[in-house]
């Protein structure tokens, strides 16, 4: 069901260009959501109002649900990239705080939307409108040469936040004991980049899906998308409790069929 929204929200995103920011979304929203409500809501949007590097925008999103309920996913939507849909974080750990980071392209000035479904099926959002410097990043040259690329394809860094960047508080809410970065290595072809030597494009070739554990106890898996910069960074809450002094365990599997797994001690 997912992959069938991401197709189908990728082609709405080729509709005509002169339909406006908002009825982009208008068409997204109802592919995606139906008529379902969604209140703006318990939700928080962080991104730049112009981004300094179409390639690699910072976004980032937390939620807090009250009255003991969870979350269910977290959707991110670059309305006007050629794949809008741009990540979904599907929770397998019930929280009730959720906080992600993710670094993405964005191929021209758009609307961001986050919309978060708890654990009972309402639905939340924020928005917040993103300018670019008109690089045309989907489709700009990769900044690795494709030699490189594919010599360091799967290669995954972990490192925690710095302490004094990260409130303690929401922490404790969350019911975490941390925050961690990942860093995947992925040239994130989106199959609209031209080769500059054989005037080719590249076949597409992203990130698929990426699972993380803590220990065997499953955390969360992100569906990515061609929306997701080349070498991606990812940041989350890593679990307190008994899960806590559990290692971290991640699984990223591409679009060819290639599955890199790593396991992440608490040095890391």
């Known amino acids: 069901m997912r992959h069938a929204s991401l197709i189908a929200a990728a082609a709405l995103a080729c509709a005509p260009a002169m339909a406006l920011a908002e009825s982009s979304w208008d068409g997204l929203r109802a592919e995606l959501y139906g008529d379902r409500a969604i209140e703006a809501a318990v939700v928080s949007l962080q991104a730049p109002l112009r981004a300094t590097d179409d390639r690699a925008v910072p976004i980032s999103v937390s939620a807090a649900l009250p009255d003991g309920r969870t979350v269910r996913s977290v959707t991110v939507v670059i309305d ?19 906080a992600f980071d993710f670094t993405m392209r964005l191929n021209g000035p758009s609307p961001v939307h986050v919309v978060v479904e708890a654990d009972d099926g309402r639905l939340y959002m924020a928005e917040q409108m993103v300018k670019t410097s ?12 494709d030699a490189m690329a594919l010599e360091t394809l799967g290669r995954m860094e972990l490192a925690a936040a710095d302490p004094a960047a990260v409130a303690v508080s929401r922490l404790r809410a969350a019911g975490a004991d941390g925050r961690a970065r990942l860093t995947v290595s992925h040239p994130q072809h989106s199959g609209m980049q031209m080769d500059q030597i054989t005037l080719l494009y590249r ?6 899906t990426l699972e993380v554990w803590a220990g065997e106890a499953p955390l ?28 971290l365990r991640v ?7 290639a599955v890199f797994e790593r396991r992440f001690g608490l040095e890391s």
Not at 203 to 208: M, V
Not at 220 to 247: H, K, Q, V, Y
Request: charged residues 20%; aromatic residues 4%; glycine residues 10%.
């Open 251 to 257: 699984r990223m599997t591409d679009t060819d069929g």
């Open 203 to 208: 076949p597409a070739r992203f990130i698929e």
């Open 220 to 247: 969360f898996t992100l569906t990515g998308s061609i929306s997701l910069s080349e070498n991606p960074e990812i940041g989350f809450d890593r679990p307190a409790g008994a899960d806590g002094s559990a290692p």
């Open 80 to 98: 006007e990239n050629p794949m809008p849909v741009s990540a979904v974080v599907e929770m397998h750990r019930p929280m009730a705080h959720v």
């Open 134 to 145: 008109g690089l045309g990043a989907c489709a700009a040259p990769p900044v690795t040469d």
